[in-house]
Every structure is written in C-alpha cells, then in structure tokens.
C-alpha cells in the first residue's frame, strides 16, 4: 500500500501553487473547478511519485496551527526529503533568502536527520530533511 496524496485547505490557490512548484518542484495538473460548490484544487505530483492537493472553497476555517511554537494535534508536517547534507544547506539559504523564516535548523536530530523546518505561504510547516 502506498499513500496516495495529502490535502490541504489554502485561501490562496495560486500562491501555495507557485510556491510548491517553485521551491519543491512540484508539477500541477490542471486546476478543478467545482460550479456547484465553489470547490477548486490543483494535484502537485513530486519526482519522487507523492502528491499534494491543495484546495480552496469558501467558508473554510483558519488553520489552528501556532506559526512559531504552539502545535494542535492531527497532521503537522510535511517533510521533503534530499539527497544530501548540502542539499539542506542550499534549500534552507534559497527559502530564507526569499523571506521564508527558519524556524529551527539546518542541525542533526536525535534520531539522526539533517533537516530544517519552515513554513509555506499558508503557515503550513515544512521539513526539508536528509538521512543517511
């Protein structure tokens, strides 16, 4: 079994599109659109064969997610993951560089990642992590 994609809620489609393109390569397919109930999504597929949907309707509550230190309970993170130590280095200069915060790293974890975590256009954390 295989997990097949991740979702999440943007007030912003194009924004969080652009960005994971951008920044993560990810390749949209063509917008969905909805009439009936105003739903609109984008499905961006990664090299690696994950996807990510973003999607954007009306009515849609903001994310309860602390942009700095607090958390909530359910899905947090994703990570994204790179081939080498300095492939971190450069993610993190390249995101920081175009305003994107770092909130911890780059640094080796207990369990022995090398990663960074940030957040997206939308305060969704991201982990740009390495392992050998």
Do not use: C
């Not at 309860?64 to 790179?82: M, P, S």
Request: charge should be negative.
């Amino acid at each position: 079994m295989i997990l097949e994609h991740v979702a999440v809620w943007t007030d912003n489609l194009e924004r969080l599109k652009e960005f994971y393109q951008m920044y993560f390569g990810g390749i949209p397919n063509k917008l969905y659109h909805n009439p009936n109930t105003g739903f609109n999504s984008y499905f961006l597929s990664f090299s690696s064969g994950a996807r990510l949907e973003i999607m954007q309707k009306e009515g849609i509550p903001e994310n309860l997610n602390d942009r700095k230190t607090n958390q909530h309970l359910g899905l947090i993170h994703l990570a994204f993951g790179v081939g080498t130590k300095e492939e971190v280095d450069v993610k993190a200069a390249e995101l920081k560089k175009a305003g994107f915060e770092i909130l911890r790293g780059p640094r080796t974890t207990g369990d022995g990642y090398y990663e960074f975590e940030t957040l997206d256009p939308d305060g969704n954390r991201i982990e740009v992590t390495f392992k050998d």
